[in-house]
């Protein structure tokens, strides 16, 4: 999950007076976010996830209290769709940006090395990012 989360409000409205939208994303952020923000959308596009299939026009439901995300499209829109994706291919065939490609897992997930799992028995706490 790439830490390009901060994402600036497109010119067109800033020109038309808007200060705020909701803007979401898979990806993450050091703390320079301002306004409505939704982060660490799961899976992420790049692994299939649903933001893979948004297209323009789409409505997005956002429900926070129920933490809730609904691409509001048919189910047989969003097979149809799904059907047509093909995961992106990495550039990468060696180093440490494929094996963060490959072994990091998902953020619902805790974004940790799948092959550490289970593995250390160390307690990390909360202060410990």
Do not use: C
């Not at 830490?3 to 200060?19: A, I, R, S, Y």
């Not at 026009?57 to 956002?62: F, M, P, Q, T, W």
């Not at 429900?63 to 992106?88: F, K, M, N, S, Y």
């Not at 494929?98 to 799992?117: E, N, S």
């Amino acid at each position: 999950m790439a830490e390009v989360g901060n994402m600036p409000l497109p010119p067109k409205l800033l020109k038309q007076g808007v200060t705020d939208m909701v803007r979401i994303s898979d990806a993450r952020m050091s703390g320079t976010a301002y306004g409505t923000v939704v982060l660490h959308v799961a899976p992420e596009a790049s692994a299939g996830g649903t933001l893979a299939f948004v297209e323009n026009g789409d409505y997005i439901e956002l429900d926070v209290e129920a933490r809730r995300l609904h691409l509001d499209v048919p189910d047989e829109e969003l097979i149809r769709r799904r059907e047509g994706w093909q995961p992106p291919e990495s550039p990468y065939d060696r180093g440490y940006y494929k094996l963060y490609i490959d072994h990091v897992l998902q953020a619902d997930r805790g974004a940790d090395l799948d092959f550490l799992i289970g593995g250390s028995g160390a307690h990390v706490t909360r202060d410990s990012h």
